[in-house]
């Protein structure tokens, strides 16, 4: 096991910070297992229990441990990477080796406000499909969708059971709507008292939001306003230098 170096300029939390990120992501520290105590990991490294709580503490933050009152503190299961691509959650759950689920919150054909109608380029008054669903992977709850679709697009739409389907495959086998373009909002936010029990979430957890617009052959199919556990969540996308002017 690797030590702590008191003559390395990088200071002693983080570098006992790295060794157990190294003892989790070889496994031998697997999800779900309990760390060592901070008494233990103090009297290990030769650190201050003050050391010990600050690099424990950060990774705590990042979602590599969680904390359970009374029991200490344990390896959390890793985040998911959110897809910054135009894909359905059933696809993307799958695609990682995943069983996605659903369960309808509410169903129902309502009229356009103002603002819906803009966003999804119809008259205020048209009517609309709203779909919302609790989405859960291998059987855990990990966000909220609420789907805006006009029902001039799909009309029958209220008719199908989308329990463990794809609305967006059954938009394309039934409708002929293939999303082919989107736009999307990334906001953080505390989840209501409403969304963090159905997430499994304490009152006021964070989450993030997700604005998606969906298009289909230039025509917007879809507004999605979406509710993800960020304990669950991380964002990643690659990073390009701008290009130099000569």
Request: contains cysteine; aromatic residues 4%; charged residues 25%.
């Amino acid at each position: 096991m690797a030590q702590i170096d008191p003559a390395s300029p990088v200071p002693k939390y983080f570098q006992l910070r790295e060794i157990l990120l190294d003892l989790i992501e070889n496994n031998e520290l697997p999800i779900g297992a309990a760390i060592p105590s901070e008494r233990d990991l103090s009297q290990r490294f030769d650190l201050s229990r003050m050391t010990v709580r600050q690099a424990v503490d950060h990774l705590v933050s990042e979602g590599r441990l969680h904390r359970v009152p009374g029991k200490g503190t344990f390896v959390a299961r890793p985040k998911i990477e959110l897809a910054l691509q135009l894909t359905s959650f059933t696809d993307d759950m799958r695609a990682r080796g995943m069983e996605p689920g659903s369960r309808d919150l509410d169903r129902r054909v309502v009229r356009a406000s103002a603002h819906l109608a803009r966003q999804l380029g119809i008259q205020p008054g048209d009517a609309v499909h709203f779909i919302e669903r609790l989405r859960t992977a291998d059987g855990e709850p990990l966000s909220i969708e609420r789907a805006h679709i006009p029902v001039a697009l799909a009309p029958d739409l209220d008719a199908y059971d989308l329990t463990g389907r794809s609305l967006y495959a059954l938009l394309e086998s039934r409708y002929g709507l293939v999303m082919d373009a989107g736009e999307l909002t990334i906001d953080g936010g505390l989840a209501d008292p409403s969304d963090a029990d159905l997430l499994k979430l304490p009152r006021g957890g964070a989450v993030l939001l997700l604005q998606r617009r969906s298009f289909a052959g230039g025509v917007c199919a879809e507004l999605g306003v979406s509710t993800y556990r960020a304990d669950r969540y991380q964002l990643r996308t690659l990073l390009g230098a701008p290009a130099r002017r000569l």
